[in-house]
């Protein structure tokens, strides 16, 4: 065999070699369980996940109260989630979630705290009932807004449109400020 020839032959069953190796450790990271993404349950009655860290952005599923979610990114008011059922995947705003664990399973030991909806409605604001009974007796030239805002946090179909929406906050000259759950 001359020396041409079998250089190239080594070097051949180097580039083999290092073929093999690379495949071996892919097949190796491969079959490694994925990362353990970060718990957090939903916190809101409805959490929006949205299709980009933004309240501007598609709505791509609608969560709900108690719902288990996996942290696969975090930015500084967003977080990047996946469903326990991957049923949802996206961003949603950390004001809408919690480190803790909502129980809501008969039996559980968080399930025995009982809240009304109206409670619910009303932490979702940021307010407790009292608060918020002081607020509008205070401010009652605001109830027809209120009435308005119960209506739609109540019933669904009351609820306004993604479009509505945007014509609101461009009316408002609304930006899109970090805060708010959803």
Not at 67 to 84: L, R
Request: net charge negative; aromatic share 4%; proline share 3%.
């Amino acid at each position: 065999m001359n020396p041409r020839t079998l250089t190239h032959l080594c070097i051949t069953l180097i580039a083999m070699g290092l073929v093999v190796t690379a495949h071996a450790k892919k097949q190796d990271e491969a079959d490694q369980d994925p990362p353990k993404l970060k718990p957090m349950s939903v916190q809101v009655n409805d959490a929006a996940v949205r299709t980009s860290p933004s309240f501007l952005s598609e709505v791509a599923s609608v969560l709900g109260y108690g719902a288990k979610v996996g942290v696969v990114e975090e930015g500084e008011d967003w977080m990047k989630v996946q469903a326990e059922e991957a049923t949802a995947s996206g961003w949603m705003h950390t004001t809408a979630l919690t480190k803790k664990e909502i129980n809501l399973e008969a039996g559980d030991t968080d399930a025995n705290v009982k809240a009304s909806k109206e409670e619910l409605t009303a932490g979702g604001r940021g307010y407790n009932q009292e608060i918020e009974n002081k607020f509008r007796e205070d401010n009652q030239e605001l109830e027809a807004g209120y009435k308005l805002l119960d209506q739609m946090v109540i019933d669904p179909r009351r609820r306004a449109s993604r479009t509505e929406v945007l014509l609101f906050m461009r009316s408002g000259e609304l930006g899109n400020n970090a805060g708010g759950a959803q």
